[in-house]
């Protein structure tokens, strides 16, 4: 998505009339304005410079109260009739140039169907031309709070990539739901979404903030309904905040829910004991199920609630390994999951055991998440860890 400036409105709606068949010139300037050209070329569209308002800062798109004149000569030659189908073809002209509009950049630009306003102008201006005023409401993507935490164009490497979510974009939250799209691949369906609309994950605008679990049952976390991958191997990075705030139980990051073979994948941060801080895995797959930490790392706490900081965890299946890659150091574990992620659910800030049991509530903040069908190279995890730095 291409944030708009007043001079890429300008040039969409100039290539627009350059494709309108009838319309010869565009211009922007201010209704009073109008006389400053002598020689226009009829029929003319003329758009002032939008005043424009963000009515919602995660919606990412601006408002843009556009003013449109579509004006033909009249001339004292002709009859009433002449004179009245003039304003008709300036309508007809204005609906042409609008479809091409719309049909701009893949359909970035939105028409409030509702603020349509039309007057009809005569013996308008010097030229004494009739013709049309439109007013309309036109949203296109803004640059109004979002240039400073916008998604990245790309994170380096995104061979494999499931999906990649910022907070900057594409988030619609209220009182009971939140819905949140990747922004990458293109098109993706993997939407993360609330895991219980009674408990909320709360988002201020630029991250979502976990609280700490009131009880054991707690339900308060994202997540991806259904995801599967194509081999045993996976990688997650996020871009996070792990609080030392103390909890009823541990804390997961993430985990995949149990599937069809009562099969699951936890990741969770130990928040008790000589072992605090440590990422402990819980996998249970067609081999075995295990219970492994890594014990020379310490997660609690892990970047501040004004600082958020990237991790990564691998699921290396052809290595029989998982790596941990903090902002400072990486980690590996014998343990790992064998078998194929098929159909389970991504959940990030809980553990589900049942449908009516989800408990071990994460406790910080969620920035950006990124879901790769692969165990990542070193290499590459170095390039999107970078990446992930500078979200």
Same mark, same amino acid.
């Given at each position: 998505?291409n944030? #708009?400036? @007043?001079?890429n409105?300008?040039?969409?709606?100039n290539?627009?009339?350059?494709n309108t068949?009838?319309?010869n010139q565009l211009?922007m300037?201010?209704?009073?304005e /109008?006389?400053?050209?002598?020689n226009y070329?009829?029929p +003319?569209?003329?758009?002032?410079?939008?005043?424009s308002?963000?009515?919602?800062i995660?919606?990412a798109?601006?408002?843009?109260?556009? +003013?449109?004149f579509? *004006?033909?000569?009249?001339?004292? %030659?002709?009859?009433?009739y002449?004179?009245?189908?003039?304003? $008709?073809?300036?309508?007809?002209?204005?609906?042409?140039?609008?479809?091409?509009?719309?049909?701009?950049?893949?359909?970035?630009?939105?028409?409030n169907?509702?603020?349509?306003q039309?007057?009809?102008l005569?013996r308008?201006?010097?030229?004494?031309?009739?013709g049309? #005023?439109?007013t309309?409401t036109?949203? &296109?993507?803004s640059?109004?709070?979002?240039s400073?935490a916008?998604a990245?164009k790309?994170?380096?490497?995104?061979?494999?990539?499931? %999906?990649?979510?910022?907070?900057?974009?594409w988030?619609? &939250? $209220?009182?009971?739901?939140?819905?949140?799209?990747?922004?990458?691949?293109l098109?993706?369906?993997?939407?993360?979404t609330?895991l219980?609309?009674?408990? @909320?994950?709360?988002?201020?605008?630029?991250?979502f903030?976990f609280?700490?679990? +009131?009880t054991?049952?707690?339900s308060?976390? *994202?997540?991806?309904?259904?995801?599967?991958?194509?081999?045993?191997?996976?990688?997650?990075?996020?871009?996070?905040?792990i609080?030392?705030?103390a909890?009823?139980? !541990?804390?997961?990051?993430?985990?995949?829910?149990?599937? %069809?073979?009562s099969?699951y994948?936890?990741a969770?941060?130990?928040?008790?004991?000589?072992?605090?801080?440590?990422?402990? *895995?819980?996998?249970?797959?067609?081999?075995?199920?295990?219970t492994?930490?890594?014990?020379?790392?310490d997660?609690r706490?892990?970047g501040?609630s004004?600082? @958020?900081?990237? /991790?990564?965890?691998?699921?290396?299946?052809?290595?029989q390994?998982t790596?941990?890659?903090?902002?400072?150091d990486?980690?590996?574990l %014998?343990?790992?999951?064998?078998?194929?992620?098929? !159909?389970s659910r991504?959940?990030?800030?809980?553990t589900?055991?049942?449908?009516?049991? +989800?408990?071990?509530?994460?406790?910080?903040?969620?920035?950006a *998440?990124?879901?790769?069908?692969?165990a990542?190279?070193p290499?590459n995890?170095?390039?999107?860890?970078?990446?992930f730095?500078?979200l």
């Open positions: 998505m944030y #708009k400036s @007043l001079q409105i300008y040039n969409d709606f290539t627009a009339v350059s068949s009838g319309l211009h300037f201010d209704e009073s /109008i006389n400053k050209i002598k070329k009829y +003319v569209c003329v758009i002032e410079p939008p005043n308002k963000v009515s919602d995660n919606r798109y601006e408002e843009y109260e556009m +003013v449109c579509i *004006l033909k000569p009249e001339s004292r %030659a002709h009859g009433d002449y004179s009245l189908s003039l304003y $008709d073809d300036c309508m007809s002209l204005f609906h042409q140039m609008m479809n091409k509009i719309l049909a701009t950049r893949d359909g970035e630009y939105i028409l169907d509702d603020s349509l039309v007057e009809r005569s308008f201006g010097n030229d004494l031309t009739r049309v #005023k439109v309309f036109l949203l &296109a993507p640059s109004l709070g979002f400073t916008s990245p790309t994170l380096g490497y995104e061979s494999n990539l499931k %999906a990649f979510y910022h907070s900057s974009s988030v619609i &939250a $209220d009182s009971s739901s939140i819905t949140w799209k990747p922004t990458k691949p098109g993706s369906s993997l939407h993360m609330h219980s609309s009674d408990k @909320l994950v709360s988002f201020d605008g630029v991250d903030v609280e700490s679990p +009131v054991a049952a707690s308060e976390a *994202l997540q991806i309904p259904s995801i599967s991958f194509s081999s045993a191997s996976f990688t997650v990075f996020a871009k996070v905040f609080s030392q705030e909890t009823s139980d !541990n804390m997961t990051l993430f985990s995949f829910s149990r599937d %069809a073979q099969d994948f936890r969770r941060i130990i928040t008790g004991g000589g072992t605090e801080g440590d990422l402990q *895995l819980l996998v249970d797959d067609d081999t075995s199920a295990t492994d930490s890594f014990t020379s790392v997660l706490p892990y501040d004004s600082n @958020l900081k990237a /991790i990564a965890l691998v699921n290396d299946h052809a290595n390994k790596i941990l890659y903090t902002e400072t990486s980690y590996e %014998a343990s790992f999951r064998d078998d194929v992620i098929s !159909n991504f959940i990030f800030g809980a589900e055991i049942t449908e009516s049991f +989800v408990y071990q509530g994460f406790v910080g903040k969620l920035k *998440l990124a879901i790769y069908d692969e990542v190279s290499s995890v170095t390039v999107i860890m970078n990446n730095k500078e």
